[in-house]
């Protein structure tokens, strides 16, 4: 019947090695197993139309474009993100093992912490450096000594780049243009019903 399990609900509970979630489970917040050194997998049951695993224990979104959580004591040394990944909502607590992750570039959001990842010395991203700095979402924690590496940017990187550039810079040029020739044969009327105002001969309204 439990269908949440809510945050610290088994923090700091070493006794737990692994988790089997009913088909009817639908949310697990991110710090509900934090401190749980030796919670190595998750295993979910079929029927589960919400949550998945992938062949490490590791738990996901059913169609696995979002990681949820990563167990601390899986052993993973290397990890690699499923290009099907969208989203990276894990924290990486207490994961002492993690040496390697590679991260693809469809990933758009990221919200974790890799503070405790003592053994992480290396981050490879799929995409280019631009991207990674404009990713949505906050990588928090992430030591001195892990190097982050990117692909080489292409000629289509680069004409992407030169078109946000040239839209940034062009889009307001052309708007507030466009706007002044279309209002400038309107300026002379203008003017004129502003003096008659003035004068006192005409009152305008804008009701």
């Not at 499923?82 to 909502?89: K, L, N, V, Y």
Request: charged share 20%.
């Amino acid at each position: 019947k439990v269908v949440w399990i809510q945050k610290h609900s088994f923090k700091d509970n070493t006794a737990i090695t692994s988790v089997t979630i009913g088909k009817n489970l639908t949310w697990i917040q991110y710090e509900a197993f934090e401190g749980c050194v030796n919670f190595a997998k998750f295993t979910v049951d079929e029927e589960n139309t919400v949550l998945s695993t992938d062949e490490y224990g590791v738990l996901y979104s059913k169609n696995k474009n979002a990681l949820i959580y990563f167990p601390p004591a899986n052993g993973i040394e290397n990890y690699t993100v499923p290009d099907s990944t969208e989203r990276i909502g894990a924290k990486f607590h207490d994961c002492s093992s993690l040496k390697t992750l590679t991260i693809p570039e469809s990933v758009e959001r990221i919200d974790t912490n890799f503070s405790q990842c003592t053994a992480l010395t290396d981050i490879y991203y799929g995409g280019i450096e631009r991207k990674w700095n404009t990713l949505d979402g906050s990588v928090f924690g992430l030591p001195d000594s892990v190097t982050v590496h990117f692909r080489e940017e292409n000629i289509k990187d680069k004409m992407e780049q030169a078109k946000y550039e040239f839209g940034a810079f062009m889009g307001p040029i052309i708007f507030f243009g466009t706007y002044f020739i279309i209002g400038l044969p309107y300026a002379p009327i203008a003017i004129i019903l502003m003096i008659l105002q003035d004068l006192g001969w005409i009152s305008i309204s804008p009701y």
